[in-house]
T-cell receptor
Framework: DTEVTQTPKHLVMGMTNKKSLKCEQH?????MYWYKQKAKKPPELMFV???????INESVPSRFSPECPNSSLLNLHLHALQPEDSALYLC???????????????FGQGTRLTVV | QKEVEQNSGPLSVPEGAIASLNCTYS??????FFWYRQYSGKSPELIMS????GDKEDGRFTAQLNKASQYVSLLIRDSQPSDSATYLC???????????FGQGTTLQVKP
């Protein structure tokens, strides 16, 4: 089972709203990722959690706030977004590094976010 | 210099031909390399991983890695119209957990 589940699939929010994106995996993976993807562009790394601790933040604006409540769940809290934040938000997970290797990352189906 | 580079294409091949996709990366400390396929409107799907120099084959797909040249490639044999998609090269930069994607190469397989 290589399933990563993201909810919701689609989200429309106003610039003053607060919303959260959720991601869940039951593969025992201990590394989880958030990516943002605009049309015709590659996924752009936002955050990496390793063993439930934030290990990489790619200088993401504070209106995006990640949270990893346990080893299976990853949230992305959204507040005061701008229309240019509209994109596909992808969650991924992989086994945490053993030795020097990070293994394959598997992606969820994404949340299509529109900010109005 | 970008951390991971690919030609954006489009790369057009006839059905049954071999498609060759290339990728270069900048950090010599990188150890983990991946190819993903992404159909329009869908999320990336892992198709190959490679960690050691040389070739790795899986069905119609062969990944090739040359760490000295900092070069990764993907060969697709007997290309099918269903292979038409964007192919993304991903590298775990310096083995830090920072999984970075190239721009992607759009492949078109014409019947």
């Amino acid at each position: 089972d290589t399933e990563v589940t993201q909810t919701p699939k689609h989200l429309v929010m106003g610039m003053t709203n607060k919303k959260s994106l959720k991601c869940e995996q039951h593969m025992g993976h201990r590394a989880m990722y958030w990516y943002k993807q605009k049309a015709k562009k590659p996924p752009e790394l936002m955050f990496v959690y390793s063993y439930e601790k934030l290990s990489i933040n790619e200088s993401v604006p504070s209106r995006f706030s990640p949270e990893c409540p346990n080893s299976s769940l990853l949230n992305l809290h959204l507040h005061a977004l701008q229309p240019e934040d509209s994109a596909l938000y992808l969650c991924a997970s992989s086994q945490a590094p053993s030795g020097t290797d990070y293994t394959e990352a598997f992606f969820g189906q994404g949340t299509r976010l529109t900010v109005v | 210099q970008k951390e991971v580079e690919q030609n954006s294409g489009p790369l057009s091949v006839p059905e049954g031909a071999i498609a060759s996709l290339n990728c270069t990366y900048s950090d010599r400390g990188s150890q983990s390399f991946f190819w993903y396929r992404q159909y329009s409107g869908k999320s990336p799907e892992l198709i190959m991983s490679i960690y050691s120099n040389g070739d790795k084959e899986d069905g119609r797909f062969t990944a090739q890695l040359n760490k000295a040249s900092q070069y990764v490639s993907l060969l697709i044999r007997d290309s099918q119209p269903s292979d038409s998609a964007t192919y993304l090269c991903a590298v775990n930069i310096g083995n830090t957990g920072k999984l970075i994607f190239g721009q992607g190469t759009t492949l078109q397989v014409k019947p």
